[in-house]
């Protein structure tokens, strides 16, 4: 059975840092590229990041672009992302999410809440 | 960047009816990579159509997806108490990557 789980969320003040992790089962992890899409309390679906199965290939929402950084353990099959300068609009549950290329996301994990706030 | 929208906002109807949510891409969407999901409070979304038009793993037929190009509709044949939710569109054939609708709630009547 696929499993994704998030962990790492928290409170955390406006400037500070937070790294997510993603733990990944019950699939081959290096076979699929992986991604970070977040929710925003009561707002809809933003896609934060993707990353390619071996690394090769990493993108960012412009959002985040700068502050954020995706990466990922194909040995320990786990994704990370490192959250660097953040602000009160960070404020999301963060999912994981896999996919192939020109596929969608089909398994997700069911997140991690992040508060930015003082 | 494209950028979709989707209508209505909320659809209210009662179990039973049938549900048409549309899906417009401010361009053409390249070989139909277009995805549906369906959110329920408190869940992550879960995938329903890809490729426009073909049905995930263990989704109902109820469900089905139709359209090309720059509209695509999301049809629910008979609304059954479980799907009453939120449908967020997607396109997955160009960057940014996973481009996601503003979502349409479906709520009861």
Same mark, same amino acid.
Not at chain 2, 41 to 55: D, F, H, N
Not at chain 2, 59 to 65: L, N
Not at chain 2, 98 to 107: A, D, I, L, P, Q
């Given at each position: 059975e696929v499993q994704l789980v998030e962990s790492g969320g928290g409170l955390v003040k406006p400037g500070g840092s937070l790294r997510l992790s993603c733990a990944a089962s019950g699939f081959t992890f290096s076979s699929y590229s992986m991604n970070w899409v977040r929710?925003?309390?009561?707002?809809?679906?933003?896609? +934060?990041?993707?990353?390619?199965?071996?690394?090769? /290939? &990493? /993108? /960012?929402?412009?959002? +985040?672009?700068? $502050?954020?950084? &995706?990466? $990922?353990? %194909?040995?320990? %099959?786990?994704? /990370?992302?490192?959250? %660097?300068?953040? $602000?009160?609009e960070d404020t999301a549950v963060y999912y994981c999410a896999r996919d192939r290329e020109l596929a969608p996301l089909d398994y997700w994990g069911q997140g991690t809440l992040v508060t930015v706030s003082s | 960047e494209i950028v979709l929208t989707q209508s209505p906002g909320t659809l209210s109807l009662s179990p039973g009816e049938r549900a048409t949510l549309s899906c417009r891409a401010s361009q053409s969407v390249s070989s139909s990579y277009l995805a549906w999901y369906q959110q329920k409070p408190g869940q992550a979304p879960r995938l329903l159509i890809y490729g426009a038009s073909s049905r995930a793993t263990g989704i109902p037929d109820r469900f089905s997806g139709s359209g090309s190009g720059t509209d695509f509709t999301l049809t629910i044949s008979r609304l059954e108490p479980e799907d009453f939710a939120v449908y967020y569109c997607q396109q997955y054939g160009s960057s940014p990557r996973g481009t996601f609708g503003g979502g349409t709630k479906v709520e009861i009547k």
């Amino acid at each position: 059975e696929v499993q994704l789980v998030e962990s790492g969320g928290g409170l955390v003040k406006p400037g500070g840092s937070l790294r997510l992790s993603c733990a990944a089962s019950g699939f081959t992890f290096s076979s699929y590229s992986m991604n970070w899409v977040r929710q925003a309390p009561g707002k809809g679906l933003e896609w +934060v990041s993707s990353i390619s199965s071996s690394s090769s /290939y &990493i /993108y /960012y929402a412009d959002s +985040v672009k700068g $502050r954020f950084t &995706i990466s $990922r353990d %194909n040995a320990k %099959n786990s994704l /990370y992302l490192q959250m %660097n300068s953040l $602000r009160a609009e960070d404020t999301a549950v963060y999912y994981c999410a896999r996919d192939r290329e020109l596929a969608p996301l089909d398994y997700w994990g069911q997140g991690t809440l992040v508060t930015v706030s003082s | 960047e494209i950028v979709l929208t989707q209508s209505p906002g909320t659809l209210s109807l009662s179990p039973g009816e049938r549900a048409t949510l549309s899906c417009r891409a401010s361009q053409s969407v390249s070989s139909s990579y277009l995805a549906w999901y369906q959110q329920k409070p408190g869940q992550a979304p879960r995938l329903l159509i890809y490729g426009a038009s073909s049905r995930a793993t263990g989704i109902p037929d109820r469900f089905s997806g139709s359209g090309s190009g720059t509209d695509f509709t999301l049809t629910i044949s008979r609304l059954e108490p479980e799907d009453f939710a939120v449908y967020y569109c997607q396109q997955y054939g160009s960057s940014p990557r996973g481009t996601f609708g503003g979502g349409t709630k479906v709520e009861i009547k």
